[in-house]
């Protein structure tokens, strides 16, 4: 077998929690390599609505609505159903079973300790009352990642110590249970820095705001970039400025594809003489010209909602069987085989 084929086996899973559709932050730190990860490796993408009811439980039909419209901006950006299986975790229940399971080999007081949870309950205002689902979530990730046992699970770098705790959960059920059914996954974090929100913020972020979604129109996308966060202190246009921490610059280093006119534009507002509006007006176009394609891609699909939802039914279905097969493994060392 060669390298390539290899490749072909190992099976890579990432994830969303639909509770918004996507925006460019998405794009550069998961949706491009997995463009990328599709022809090079068996490449799984779950919509994790489990996960996304953890914190939005009482907002059902949010949830609902938004595994639609990020399975649209996954097809429209260019991740493709035929070397992508997309599926939907709540249709998949041996991923409920595994987090019971999973339970019994970890403490609360771990998942207390879990940097990310920590994190998450602070930022979500949860206080003394944090929901029993949420506080286990990394629990039921690990079910997530260790039911169709993947090897690369590429996810943002807040999400490494929930990896972490997988990967502690699958070295104890293969201790207790004297198996190695089981495989540890390697974190992928994307090696291009993060992009910052709108207003400079270091995290774009549908609760900060300041975020520029993949299906905004080419009115509110002039609209957002008009109002980005540039140097506070390049007042008049003659001063000299700041292109260090200057959103604007940060995005043109990301999305423009002439290098040597973004380093060109950077020499002249360190100058001075440059005005924002100026950078704002290529920043604009530069954005336009990336969304447009997926704005249109993303329209055609919205208005073929089976069409989509067949592509989930399918991937979901391919999903299940392999679920299936895994599981009849698993039950079996943990003496769960009656009949
Ligand atoms: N927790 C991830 C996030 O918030 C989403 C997710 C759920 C995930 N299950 C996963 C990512 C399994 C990778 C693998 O971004």
Redesign the pocket.
């Known amino acids: 077998m060669n390298n390539s084929n290899q490749d072909k086996d190992t099976i890579v899973?990432?994830?969303?929690?639909p509770s918004g559709s996507l925006h460019l932050g998405h794009y550069v730190g998961s949706l491009a390599n997995r463009i990328d990860f599709q022809n090079k490796y068996n490449q799984f993408v779950?919509i994790?609505d489990v996960?996304a009811l953890t914190d939005n439980f009482a907002t059902p039909a949010k949830v609902h609505d938004n595994v639609f419209q990020v399975a649209c901006d996954y097809l429209a950006v260019g991740i493709d159903p035929t070397k992508t299986t997309i599926f939907i975790?709540s249709l998949i229940p041996q991923i409920a079973e595994l987090t019971i399971f999973y339970l019994n080999l970890v403490t609360v007081n771990r998942l207390r300790r879990n940097p990310t949870v920590k994190s998450e309950i602070k930022q979500k205002g949860f206080g003394e009352n944090v929901p029993a689902g949420f506080l286990i979530?990394p629990v039921?990730?690990a079910a997530?990642?260790t039911f169709i046992k993947?090897k690369l699970?590429?996810?943002?770098e807040d999400?490494i110590p929930?990896i972490e705790q997988t990967n502690e959960i699958v070295r104890s059920f293969n201790r207790t249970y004297n198996t190695d059914i089981l495989i540890e996954a390697q974190a992928i974090v994307p090696k291009v820095a993060r992009l910052p929100g709108t207003d400079g913020q270091a995290k774009m972020s549908k609760s900060l705001n300041n975020a520029i979604y993949l299906s905004d129109s080419a009115d509110v996308l002039a609209q957002k970039v008009k109002s980005m966060y540039t140097d506070p202190n390049h007042i008049k246009v003659s001063d000299p400025g700041n292109v260090e921490g200057n959103t604007v610059f940060t995005y043109l280093d990301v999305f423009d594809p002439d290098k040597q006119e973004v380093e060109a534009l950077k020499e002249h507002y360190k100058r001075g003489g440059l005005g924002d509006s100026v950078v704002k007006k290529r920043l604009v176009d530069v954005l336009e010209n990336f969304i447009a394609p997926i704005r249109t891609k993303r329209l055609e699909f919205e208005k073929d909602k089976s069409y989509i939802m067949n592509i989930l039914r399918l991937g979901t279905e391919k999903t299940k069987d392999l679920a299936a097969k895994n599981m009849v493994e698993i039950k079996e060392v943990m003496k769960l085989n009656y009949f």
């Open positions: 899973l990432t994830g969303d929690r779950m994790a996960q975790q979530y039921s990730q997530d990642i993947a699970v590429p996810v943002g999400q929930v």
